[in-house]
């Protein structure tokens, strides 16, 4: 089973002030910014482990992009409506060995932090990656990884083998 | 590494860091303005006497947010602002691009809405003929808006004009 959530303004408050405050609006023409979970549990989300693997001082930043990537995000798409092209674009593009058509992964760049991600089906837009970088170049162990998540993502869609959590 | 264990470990780091937060949604909610707003990036730099550079810094929240910067993106495209507190629990005040949307989702779920009803603007239609039966909403209406609940008891008193107290 793939895991999958859907992350939401509420999730960058600490738990004290998430516990007492009213939900974030949702719209429904948001895009779901969504990570591929370890587990049944959100918490368990993919993209914290990538935050928690920055050096220290990248930390703090990464949280912070990612933040303001989903609020900006949930105000639907384009992202490039709200981003300029410098912020947002097309990084990666690679032939899907599950969907065998040519699949492009995205990336949003905020200071030396960058996010890339993909857009799935139903408004999904997963993200692939969080990395910290001081130049625009990918390296290849990079742009593998992002081939190996989208293509782990094509291949349990195709399956139904995706399980969102809440 | 979970959402929780992470957001404690840079809350230690990093006690101002839900300050930093609140200033990162405020500069999300700005770029959504300027977006919603249909204005360029170029063009607000223009009118604002700002470099294209500092536009974008504002908007992805880099820069030093003043309310000095907010009042002025806000009068760039002809609005005004106001800084709203509430109580944790309360219902976030919406704004303006979210209260169209909130409106539409909720006529979605409205199923036994009213065929004399606009199902776009939710008030009665001037078209149709109107009888005193026909003020008074029925069903399961409600929504909250500025953190005023709005629904069939108290519908009469909100639309209608109320003389300013001297």
């Known amino acids: 089973m793939y895991f999958l959530t859907e992350l939401n303004a509420d999730d960058f408050l600490p738990d004290s002030e998430r516990a007492n405050s009213s939900p974030a609006l949702l719209a429904a023409k948001r895009c779901r910014v969504s990570s591929r979970c370890a587990t ?10 990538q935050i928690q693997a920055l050096k220290a001082n990248d930390q703090a930043a990464g949280f912070k992009s990612l933040a ?12 490039t409506r709200h981003l300029d092209k410098k912020q947002v674009h097309e990084a990666h593009e690679f032939v899907s060995v599950v969907s065998g058509k040519l699949e492009k992964v995205w990336r949003y760049r905020r200071g030396d932090i960058r996010i890339l991600f993909y857009y799935g089906n139903r408004a999904v837009l997963l993200l692939v990656d969080l990395l910290a970088k001081r130049s625009d170049k990918l390296e290849p162990a990079v742009l593998n990884s992002a081939e190996m998540a989208v293509n782990a993502y094509l291949s349990a869609t195709k399956s139904n083998a995706v399980l969102l959590v809440d | 590494m979970s959402r929780k264990a992470l957001l404690a470990g840079l809350m230690e780091q990093n006690p101002g860091l839900p300050g930093e937060l609140a200033k990162v949604a405020v500069a999300a909610d700005l770029a959504i303005l300027v977006a919603e707003s249909g204005i360029s990036r170029s063009d607000l730099a223009k009118k604002l006497g700002w470099t294209r550079a500092r536009v974008s810094q504002v908007l992805s929240g880099q820069g030093n947010l003043t309310i000095e910067t907010m009042h002025a993106v806000a009068k760039a495209v002809g609005l005004s602002f106001d800084v709203v507190f509430r109580k944790p629990a309360a219902a976030r005040a919406l704004q303006p ?10 006529m979605i779920d409205e199923a036994d809405l009213p065929s004399w009803m606009s199902r776009k603007t939710m008030t009665p239609m001037r078209t149709q003929k109107q009888t005193p039966k026909h003020r008074q909403l029925t069903g399961a209406h409600e929504f909250v808006m500025r953190g005023m609940t709005f629904n069939s008891s108290n519908y009469d008193f909100m639309s209608g004009e109320v003389a300013c107290a001297a």
């Open chain 1, 40 to 49: 049944k549990d959100r918490d368990s989300a993919g993209v914290w482990t």
């Open chain 1, 68 to 79: 303001y990537f989903v609020q900006i995000a949930q105000n639907g798409p384009p992202l």
């Open chain 2, 97 to 106: 691009w979210q209260q169209k949307s909130t409106l539409q989702l909720q």
